[in-house]
C-alpha cells in the first residue's frame, strides 16, 4: 500500500513538472526535432525489445532517419556479437554448455553441486561453527553446535562424491572454465558479470529473495543455474530479457536502425562503450544491499501479465507519453537515487555536451537513447529546452 501512495506521489509530482513543461504534455511519437537557428537534429526515444506487430515503426522515426546524415546509439549492438566469435570465448561458452549437459544427465551432479552451494551458504551465514571445526577453542551457542554438525555431515559427503568419476569429470571442466576466464583478455566482460570468487547467489541473498528467484524460475522455465552465479542486476536483467523475449521477439528501436544505417552506408557514432555498459551493470544498486534488487524480483514476482503490461508499455511508448514513462523512473530516484543516478542522471550529463556540439554543425543527427533518458528533472529535453533550443515533438 505504501508504494502504491508513493508511486501516486510521484505521479503527480511528474503531471506538475510537465504542466510547467508543457512541450512534452500531449503524446503524439517518441521523436523531437530539436533546432539551433538553422542547425537541427532529431532525439529519439527507444525501446530495445518489440513486438514483430509493432513495425512498420511510427512514421516519424522513419522520417527523421531519412533525412539525418548521422545515427547516434547509446552504445554499439554488434560489439557483443562480435566478442562473442572470438576463440576462446567460444572455447568458454563450449565448455558451459558441457557443463550444462552433464547436469541436464547426472542427477548426481546436481544434487553434487547443490550440496556444494548449501555448504558455502552455511559457511558464510556461521562463520563460528565453522572455524571451530579446526579450532576448538572458539565457543558456540547450542544451535552453532548444531550446525557445526551439519557443515562436517555434508563436508564429508561431498568429499566422498568427489571421488566419483562423473563428478571428477564434472570438476574438471568447471576448473578449465575459470581458466579460461581467469588468463584471458577476451573473457573479463564475462568475468566482471560474475560475483566474486563465483559465489552463487543462494549465498549473496536472503532465503526469502533467492527462493523468488527460483521460483520465478521454476515460473517461467528458466534454468536457475545459468543465472545464479552472476551478479545480481545482471541475474535480474537476463531473467527479465528472456521472459519478455517469449512475446516480444522484434529488434528493438536501436538493433533496427543500427541495422539500417549499414544498410544505407551512414556514419555511425555512440555516446558510450559496452564495456563501460557492462561495468555499469554489473555494479548497479550493489550501494543498497539486496533491497534494490529484492525490489525488482518482487516486481516481477508480482505482475499478473508481463505480456498485457509490456504491451502497454510499447503503446505508451510509440505515443510518447512522457507521464507514464516517467512513474518508475521517478520511483526509483526517490528510493535508490544512487541507481538513478548511475543510470539517467549522470549518463544525460555526459551525452548533453555532446549534443551540444551536434548542434553546431550544419550535418542532421538521429539520436537514439531509451526513452527514461528524456523526461523528468535530468531528462534531456528539459535540459535543452532549458538551454534555449527550439524542441518539436513530430
Not at 164 to 184: H, K, W
Not at 194 to 215: Q, W
Not at 232 to 259: C, H, N, W
Request: hydrophobic fraction near 45%; aromatic fraction near 12%; proline fraction near 3%.
Amino acid at each position: 500500500m505504501r508504494k502504491v501512495m508513493m508511486k501516486k506521489f510521484l505521479l503527480m509530482a511528474a503531471v506538475a513538472f510537465l504542466c510547467v513543461n508543457s512541450a512534452f504534455l500531449y503524446g503524439e511519437t517518441s521523436v523531437w526535432k530539436i533546432s539551433n537557428g538553422d542547425n537541427v537534429l532529431y532525439l529519439g526515444g527507444t525501446i530495445h525489445l518489440l513486438r514483430e506487430s509493432d513495425y512498420p515503426l511510427p512514421q516519424a522515426f522513419e522520417a527523421a532517419f531519412e533525412q539525418s546524415d548521422i545515427l547516434v546509439f547509446e552504445a554499439s549492438v554488434d560489439d557483443f556479437p562480435a566478442s562473442l566469435n572470438s576463440g576462446p570465448v567460444r572455447a568458454f561458452y563450449e565448455e558451459c554448455a558441457q557443463i550444462t549437459a552433464m547436469m541436464e544427465q547426472n542427477d548426481e551432479i546436481g544434487r553434487f553441486v547443490a550440496l556444494t552451494t548449501q555448504l558455502n551458504a552455511m559457511i558464510t551465514q556461521y562463520e563460528n561453527a565453522y572455524h571451530s571445526i579446526s579450532d576448538q577453542t572458539i565457543p558456540l551457542t547450542d544451535h552453532e553446535q548444531e550446525i557445526r554438525g551439519e557443515i562436517i555431515t555434508i563436508a564429508f559427503a561431498i568429499q566422498k562424491m568427489v571421488q566419483r568419476e562423473d563428478i571428477a569429470a564434472y570438476l574438471e571442466t568447471a576448473r578449465n572454465i575459470l581458466v579460461l576466464m581467469q588468463e584471458n583478455d577476451d573473457l573479463k566482460f564475462i568475468t566482471n558479470l560474475m560475483n566474486p570468487d563465483y559465489t552463487s547467489l543462494e549465498v549473496i541473498f536472503s532465503p526469502e529473495l533467492f527462493g523468488i528467484l527460483a521460483s520465478l524460475c521454476e515460473t517461467y522455465r528458466y534454468p536457475l543455474e545459468n543465472i545464479q552465479f552472476l551478479k545480481p542486476y545482471v541475474a535480474y536483467s537476463a531473467l527479465e530479457t528472456y521472459i519478455v523475449r517469449q512475446f516480444a521477439k522484434a529488434d528493438g528501436v536501436d538493433m533496427f536502425f543500427q541495422k539500417k544505417a549499414k544498410e544505407y552506408g551512414k556514419q555511425i557514432e555512440y555516446f558510450e562503450t559496452v564495456e563501460f555498459q557492462y561495468d555499469l551493470l554489473a555494479n548497479l544498486g550493489s550501494e543498497y544491499g539486496e533491497s534494490y534488487y529484492a525490489y525488482l524480483f518482487r516486481e516481477l514476482e508480482s505482475s499478473e501479465d508481463i505480456e498485457r503490461e509490456f504491451d502497454q508499455m510499447a503503446d505508451v511508448w510509440r505515443r510518447g507519453e512522457a507521464i507514464a514513462i516517467l512513474e518508475d523512473v521517478l520511483y526509483v530516484k526517490e528510493h535508490f537515487p544512487a541507481v538513478y543516478n548511475a543510470m539517467i542522471a549522470d549518463r544525460n550529463n555526459a551525452w548533453i555536451p555532446v549534443i551540444e556540439s551536434y548542434l553546431k554543425t550544419r550535418s542532421v543527427e538521429f539520436v537514439l537513447v531509451g526513452a527514461a533518458h528524456l523526461f523528468g528533472p535530468d531528462g534531456l529535453l528539459p535540459q535543452l529546452e532549458t538551454k534555449g533550443y527550439k524542441i518539436e515533438q513530430q
